[in-house]
């Protein structure tokens, strides 16, 4: 009895030494990392561990509502199937853009480690190696982002064109031109050959543009898009 006395005051004092040095142990961790994240010659490299973190960070913020939209708006099946859907996609489209991230900052920083020095065609290649292994699948994630980047970069040689002199700078402006060319294209795929659009997009047109010529009565014509079944 009275050595567990004797013992008890000691394990106390091992508990509070525990205690003290947690605290302290962090704020050494801590300090460690905040001063490794300073080092120059550790640069290039961190550059790329964030690069992979905000790659995936955007890719779930980017995917994460457009996947709950489209997922509860044209998909059929349980809440389960939908809820597995929308995470499936959500975390293709955040790993598939933090690896791209990584690739592309790491290659980059390769060449111009490399080359003493930054190139335009470092950019390039880093770039082409990446699109190549991340957004090289067929698949329908990798397919939207791929024409959506392409839109875009349209868009951004057409400008560069006129900036280079390589082709004249419109007297007027030319975006009434490409928005009646878009439209009369893309409903005219849609109507004779819509097996060569996107699924995504053949949905969200049937939805607008021919569920809009079937209704049974004022049920499926101004609350429903479509009758409702018994049961469901």
């Known amino acids: 009895m009275s050595r567990n006395l004797y013992l008890c005051p000691l394990s106390v004092s091992r508990v509070r030494l525990k205690v003290m040095a947690g605290p302290d142990l962090i704020?050494?961790?801590?300090?460690?990392?905040?001063?490794?994240?300073?080092?120059?010659?550790?640069k290039a490299a961190l550059a790329v561990v964030k690069g992979f973190r905000n790659g995936a960070v955007y890719g779930a913020k980017i995917r994460a509502p457009h996947a709950l939209v489209m997922t509860f708006l044209f998909r059929s099946g349980s809440l389960k199937d939908k809820l597995r859907a929308i995470l499936k996609a959500t975390?293709?489209?955040?790993?598939?853009?933090?690896?791209?991230?990584?690739?592309?900052?790491?290659?980059?920083?390769?060449?111009q480690k490399i080359q003493g020095k930054s190139l335009q065609s470092h950019s390039f290649l880093a770039a082409c190696v990446g699109g190549w292994l991340v957004f090289g699948d067929n698949n329908n994630i990798n397919s939207q982002i791929?024409?959506?980047?392409?839109?875009r970069?349209?868009?951004a040689l057409s400008r560069l064109a006129v900036e280079k002199g390589v082709i004249p700078a419109p007297k007027q402006d030319p975006f009434p031109l490409f928005a009646t060319?878009?439209?009369?294209?893309?409903?005219?795929?849609?109507?004779?050959?819509?097996h060569t659009l996107q699924p995504s997009l053949q949905s969200s047109m049937n939805y607008l543009y021919h569920d809009s010529n079937v209704w049974h009565d004022i049920s499926d014509f101004?609350?429903?898009?479509?009758?409702?079944?018994?049961?469901?």
Do not use: D
Not at 27 to 42: A, D, S, W
């Open 27 to 42: 704020r050494t961790v801590l300090y460690t990392i905040n001063n490794l994240l300073q080092q120059e010659k550790y």
């Open 146 to 151: 791929n024409m959506y980047l392409l839109s």
């Open 181 to 194: 060319l878009v439209w009369g294209i893309v409903l005219w795929l849609f109507e004779y050959y819509p």
């Open 153 to 155: 970069i349209l868009f």
């Open 222 to 232: 101004l609350v429903y898009n479509k009758p409702r079944i018994a049961g469901s």
């Open 91 to 111: 975390y293709t489209h955040s790993r598939n853009l933090a690896c791209f991230v990584f690739t592309y900052k790491g290659l980059q920083a390769l060449q």
